[in-house]
Nanobody
Framework: VQLVESGGGLVQAGGSLRLSCAASGSSISVNAMHWYRQAPGKQREWVAT????????NYADSVKGRFTISRDNAKNTMYLQMNSLKPEDTAVYYC???????????WGQGTQVTVSS
């Protein structure tokens, strides 16, 4: 089982990026999935969660109204649309989910997002 993030990069403040988290080796369709981020010198923090069917989402207060989490179970992929980016959004972004058999927690390798002021 593997989770692979992509879509990070360098963007100016106010810009947008769309991150993807592609799963292989296990279907994501029955599991909630999550985005986390870790800024330099800080602890990893939770960003957003989406339930298995995509009908329920939750966001950290710091990104609410600017970020949108979504998923395409047919493509075994989760997304994070990030709008109105701020320099404080600069971090490595990770996805995770409980997957596989036996089930365990998997993390992706992370994708760097850098927002310049």
């Amino acid at each position: 089982v593997q989770l692979v993030e992509s879509g990070g990069g360098l963007v100016q403040a106010g810009g947008s990026l769309r991150l993807s988290c592609a799963a292989s080796g296990s279907s994501i369709s029955v599991n909630a999935m999550h985005w986390y981020r870790q800024a330099p010198g800080k602890q990893r923090e939770w960003v957003a969660t989406i339930n298995s069917g995509g009908s329920s989402t939750n966001y950290a207060d710091s990104v609410k109204g600017r970020f949108t989490i979504s998923r395409d179970n047919a493509k075994n992929t989760m997304y994070l649309q990030m709008n109105s980016l701020k320099p404080e959004d600069t971090a490595v972004y990770y996805c995770n989910a409980w997957l596989g058999s036996p089930v365990r927690l998997y993390w992706g390798q992370g994708t760097q997002v850098t927002v310049s002021s």
